[in-house]
């Protein structure tokens, strides 16, 4: 059975920072990408990091560049989402997913991602 897992979320305050992880097992061979994606309440979900798990390269939304860090761990069994200089618009439900991708480009569509945890939420006062 495959089970992703987030931890990390709580509340801060605005120019905060958070660690958020995300632990998987069962998974299948194959899945090239991890991403972390939000849903913050009346909104759709966005992207806003990935992981190419072969190469190693990354991929942010804009809002979040210089301020978000997507990595993983030695073993790649948990991948870490390091968020500082946190905004009030960062507040979300993020979840961790994960899938096989065939171009990068596709990185922030959260359809091409198969598995995804449940979410933790992640509130930033002003």
């Known amino acids: 059975q495959v089970q992703l897992v987030e931890s990390g979320g709580g509340s801060v305050q605005a120019g905060g920072s958070l660690r958020l992880s995300c632990a998987h097992s069962?998974?299948?061979?194959?899945?090239?990408?991890v991403a972390w994606f939000r849903q913050a309440p009346g909104k759709g979900r966005e992207g806003v990091a990935a992981?190419?798990?072969?190469?190693?390269?990354?991929y942010y939304l804009d809002s979040v560049k210089g301020r978000f860090t997507i990595s993983q761990d030695n073993a790649k069994s948990t991948v870490y989402l390091e968020m500082n200089s946190l905004r009030p618009e960062d507040t979300a439900m993020y979840y961790c997913?994960?899938?096989?991708?065939?171009?990068?480009?596709?990185?922030?569509?959260?359809?091409?991602?198969?598995?995804w945890g449940q979410g933790t939420q992640v509130t930033v006062s002003s």
């Open positions: 069962g998974l299948p061979d194959g899945t090239n990408y």
């Open positions: 997913a994960r899938g096989w991708l065939s171009h990068s480009g596709s990185w922030s569509r959260g359809a091409e991602y198969r598995y």
């Open positions: 992981l190419w798990i072969g190469g190693g390269r990354t």
